[in-house]
Protein backbone atom coordinates (compact mmCIF):
# COMPACT_ATOMS: atom_id res chain seq x y z
CA UNK A 1 0.00 0.00 0.00
CA UNK A 2 2.66 2.68 0.93
CA UNK A 3 6.24 1.88 0.90
CA UNK A 4 8.76 3.72 2.54
CA UNK A 5 12.77 4.83 2.99
CA UNK A 6 13.55 4.68 7.01
CA UNK A 7 17.39 5.78 8.06
CA UNK A 8 17.91 5.37 11.72
CA UNK A 9 20.39 7.68 13.27
CA UNK A 10 24.02 5.89 13.07
CA UNK A 11 24.06 5.85 17.05
CA UNK A 12 20.97 3.27 16.67
CA UNK A 13 23.20 0.64 14.87
CA UNK A 14 20.21 0.32 12.65
CA UNK A 15 21.37 0.04 8.60
CA UNK A 16 18.89 2.01 6.23
CA UNK A 17 15.78 -0.08 4.89
CA UNK A 18 13.23 -0.17 2.71
CA UNK A 19 9.52 -1.25 4.48
CA UNK A 20 6.18 -1.44 2.70
CA UNK A 21 3.14 -0.75 4.95
CA UNK A 22 0.32 -2.94 4.00
CA UNK A 23 -3.14 -3.35 5.18
CA UNK A 24 -2.69 -5.33 8.33
CA UNK A 25 0.05 -1.91 9.38
CA UNK A 26 -3.26 0.25 7.98
CA UNK A 27 -5.43 -1.31 9.84
CA UNK A 28 -3.40 -1.04 13.00
CA UNK A 29 -2.71 2.57 12.61
CA UNK A 30 -6.39 3.44 11.72
CA UNK A 31 -6.75 1.58 15.53
CA UNK A 32 -3.92 3.40 17.47
CA UNK A 33 -4.08 6.21 16.21
CA UNK A 34 -7.64 6.93 15.72
CA UNK A 35 -7.70 7.55 11.97
CA UNK A 36 -8.98 6.47 8.48
CA UNK A 37 -7.26 5.59 5.40
CA UNK A 38 -9.09 8.30 3.89
CA UNK A 39 -7.80 10.38 6.10
CA UNK A 40 -4.10 9.73 5.13
CA UNK A 41 -5.11 10.11 1.53
CA UNK A 42 -6.96 13.33 1.53
CA UNK A 43 -4.63 15.17 4.04
CA UNK A 44 -1.26 13.06 3.65
CA UNK A 45 0.92 14.85 6.54
CA UNK A 46 4.60 14.03 7.72
CA UNK A 47 3.74 12.92 11.50
CA UNK A 48 0.92 10.78 9.99
CA UNK A 49 3.73 9.10 7.16
CA UNK A 50 5.84 8.21 10.20
CA UNK A 51 3.04 7.04 12.26
CA UNK A 52 2.18 4.29 9.55
CA UNK A 53 5.93 3.71 9.12
CA UNK A 54 6.50 3.00 12.68
CA UNK A 55 3.61 0.78 13.11
CA UNK A 56 5.20 -1.08 9.91
CA UNK A 57 8.52 -1.26 11.09
CA UNK A 58 7.71 -2.75 14.44
CA UNK A 59 5.09 -5.35 13.76
CA UNK A 60 7.84 -6.64 10.84
CA UNK A 61 10.83 -6.15 13.46
CA UNK A 62 12.57 -3.57 12.03
CA UNK A 63 12.21 -1.24 15.02
CA UNK A 64 11.79 -2.19 18.96
CA UNK A 65 11.03 1.02 20.56
CA UNK A 66 8.07 3.69 21.01
CA UNK A 67 7.18 5.74 18.04
CA UNK A 68 8.81 8.96 19.70
CA UNK A 69 11.92 7.39 19.70
CA UNK A 70 11.36 6.41 16.17
CA UNK A 71 10.11 10.37 15.46
CA UNK A 72 13.31 11.69 17.15
CA UNK A 73 16.00 8.91 15.83
CA UNK A 74 14.83 8.25 12.09
CA UNK A 75 14.38 10.50 8.85
CA UNK A 76 10.88 8.75 7.00
CA UNK A 77 10.79 9.29 3.01
CA UNK A 78 7.70 7.57 0.94
CA UNK A 79 8.42 5.96 -1.95
CA UNK A 80 5.94 6.93 -4.72
CA UNK A 81 5.45 3.72 -7.25
CA UNK A 82 4.94 4.61 -10.90
CA UNK A 83 1.22 4.26 -10.43
CA UNK A 84 1.10 6.99 -7.43
CA UNK A 85 2.46 9.77 -10.27
CA UNK A 86 0.30 12.18 -11.82
CA UNK A 87 0.98 14.04 -14.84
CA UNK A 88 3.22 16.94 -12.12
CA UNK A 89 5.16 13.89 -10.89
CA UNK A 90 2.98 14.48 -7.64
CA UNK A 91 2.43 11.56 -5.53
CA UNK A 92 -1.49 10.77 -5.03
CA UNK A 93 -1.91 14.12 -6.37
CA UNK A 94 -0.78 15.79 -3.17
CA UNK A 95 1.28 18.70 -4.56
CA UNK A 96 3.84 20.36 -2.82
CA UNK A 97 4.50 18.93 0.41
CA UNK A 98 5.50 22.38 1.91
CA UNK A 99 1.84 23.26 1.99
CA UNK A 100 0.50 20.06 3.70
CA UNK A 101 -1.59 20.19 6.88
CA UNK A 102 1.59 19.47 9.60
Known amino acids: MFKFKVKPDAETG ?7 ATSRDITKWETD ?3 SLRILH ?11 AWVASVRQGQWQDTMGSFRDRC ?7 SDDE ?4 D ?6 PTL ?3
Open 14 to 20: IKPYEIE
Open 33 to 35: FKS
Open 42 to 52: ENMSMIRMVQV
Open 75 to 81: DVELIPS
Open 86 to 89: DENG
Open 91 to 96: VNGAGD
Open 100 to 102: WDH
